[in-house]
């Protein structure tokens, strides 16, 4: 069982940057693909972004390319999310996730960590 603890929220104004961390439990987390998604109240949760165990290729959701950057430290076990010229309309509580690296993007995430809040306002 792979556990993934998030941290880095917050409340910040619009405009600010927000890092946030996600630090996996297994020694071999570099073999994982780590994954970045949110959930606003009310709604489902989306995929913002991830970054391949092997060769640490990254994909974005358009909502956030160019605003967030997705980075990894093997060394560390850790994910981060760097998130720049937030908005109050990326306010939700944002999830790290896990999985065995694949060449498949739409494989299903196995392990997803607590959440962290980030609140954005205006």
């Known amino acids: 069982q792979v556990q993934l603890v998030e941290s880095g929220g917050g409340l910040v104004q619009s405009g600010d940057s927000l890092r946030l961390s996600c630090v996996a439990s297994?020694?071999?987390?570099?073999?994982?693909?780590m994954g970045w998604f949110r959930q606003a109240p009310g709604k489902e949760r989306d995929f913002l972004a991830d970054i391949a165990g092997t060769g640490g290729a990254t994909r974005y959701a358009d909502s956030v390319e160019g605003r967030f950057t997705i980075s990894r430290d093997n060394a560390k076990k850790t994910a981060y999310l760097q998130m720049n010229n937030l908005k109050p309309e990326d306010t939700a509580v944002y999830y790290c996730a896990a999985r065995f690296s694949t060449i498949r993007p739409n494989t299903p995430y196995i392990w997803w960590g607590q959440g962290t809040q980030v609140t954005v306002s205006s």
């Open positions: 297994e020694r071999t987390a570099r073999l994982f693909d």
